[in-house]
């Protein structure tokens, strides 16, 4: 597993297709986190905009723990891509200040299974894992 986190709109999507070329000669499959299933994140080669994934679950009341659970069992190779959203103003929403948290706290789980993480800033990637 690679995890891709910074800023919006800082090229992590740009550098995950990079990652996926270099790594496989198949047509990378890309889902996003606002739009795709759950079950689709367990079977493509890019999840794109992670958090989306933790916001969705947490409006369904469902512990966004047991996906990242699933993903770290059954797609070990994929690509994440998240924001970073604990690094700007605390929402004054008490569901967005939850977000904000499980989304941090969703990188930190995903991290430490992930072989690399790299964060992007100005489209330029640092790895720090």
């Known amino acids: 597993m690679k995890l891709i986190i910074g800023g919006a709109w800082q090229g992590k999507l740009d550098y995950a297709l ?3 070329n270099r790594e496989s000669k198949d047509s990378e499959k890309v889902i996003e986190g606002a739009t795709d299933s759950c079950e689709a994140a367990l079977e493509c080669t890019i999840i794109h905009n992670f958090h989306e994934y933790v916001r969705r679950l947490l409006q369904e009341e469902k512990d966004p723990d047991q996906l990242i659970q699933e993903i770290v069992e059954h797609n070990p190779d994929v690509i994440i891509t998240m924001n ?3 690094c700007g103003i605390v929402p ?3 569901f967005d200040r939850r977000w904000r948290e499980s989304a941090g706290r969703a990188a930190v789980k ?3 299974h992930s072989g690399e993480v790299y964060r992007m800033v100005c489209g330029i990637p640092a790895r720090i894992k």
């Open 92 to 94: 004054q929403d008490p």
């Open 18 to 20: 990079q990652i996926a």
């Open 110 to 112: 995903l991290a430490k």
């Open 84 to 86: 970073e959203l604990g």
